[in-house]
């Protein structure tokens, strides 16, 4: 069974410049998170979907996040304009729908730099 | 406000004795707990979990303690072996929030030979 897919791995940005990363979660998984994690932190969630609706955003930067997940598969997380503290690893998790746990399966994650 | 707190950066162990990782939380109602054990540049996989109404969990090697009253809960390593080396994240969810999980700032473990 393949994985979480994530791309790019590597990004690296000059503030104020946009960036976008791609995930693409286990087949059949409808529920799909977008976190991030800071180097030395725990990951912090930033939005999850259920099939192509978002269940919670409470913690999406929206000045400046935007998530999408159109088709109820695929989900690109956006980020314009960039700033220095948006530097972390974008890590993106797929749940089957209807679990009551919480056993996420995370993707390798997209590194960000903001320089 | 932190409400899963890890307050070991690092623990080093040595091969074939135990580890022990620790993970405090503040939310009374998180009632679903899990680990997270994270290589260099992979994503976190899932390890082991508690619920609420149990005390303990064992599965092989690995095994959770939950104290709710202390609201505090542990990961033991038994016994410790190099590949265990690795970052692991205590995570914490209530039945009825979605699967939405918060997690603890992470423990180093380093396990040597």
């Known amino acids: 069974e393949a994985g979480v897919a994530q791309s790019p791995r590597y990004k690296i940005i000059e503030k104020r410049q946009s960036v976008a990363f791609w995930c693409n979660p286990i087949s059949g998984h409808a529920t799909l998170y977008w976190y991030q994690q800071i180097l030395g932190q725990g990951p912090k969630l930033l939005i999850q979907?259920?099939?192509?609706?978002?269940?919670?955003d409470s913690q999406l930067p929206k000045d400046r996040f935007s998530a999408e997940r159109l088709k109820g598969v695929d989900s690109t997380l956006k980020i314009q304009p960039a700033k220095l503290e948006d530097s972390a690893v974008y890590l993106c998790?797929?749940?089957?729908?209807?679990?009551?746990?919480?056993?996420?399966?995370f993707g390798e994650g997209s590194r960000l730099t903001v320089l | 406000d932190q409400q899963v707190k890890q307050n070991s950066p690092s623990l080093s162990v040595q091969e074939g004795r135990i580890s022990i990782l620790n993970c405090d939380y503040t939310n009374s109602m998180f009632d679903y707990f899990l680990w997270y054990k994270k290589y260099p540049a992979e994503g976190p996989t899932f390890l082991i979990s508690?619920?609420?109404?149990?005390d303990k969990n064992e599965d092989g090697r690995f095994t959770v303690f939950l104290n709710k009253s202390a609201k505090h809960l542990s990961l033991h390593i038994v016994p410790s072996q190099p590949g265990d080396s690795a970052v692991y994240f205590c995570?914490?969810?209530?039945?009825?929030?979605?699967?939405?999980?918060?997690f603890g700032g992470g423990t180093r473990l380093m396990v040597k030979p």
């Open positions: 995570a914490a969810t209530t039945y009825n929030a979605g699967n939405m999980l918060t």
């Open positions: 508690i619920s609420s109404i149990k």
């Open positions: 998790a797929s749940m089957l729908a209807g679990v009551s746990t919480g056993e996420l399966f």
């Open positions: 979907f259920q099939n192509n609706g978002v269940v919670d």
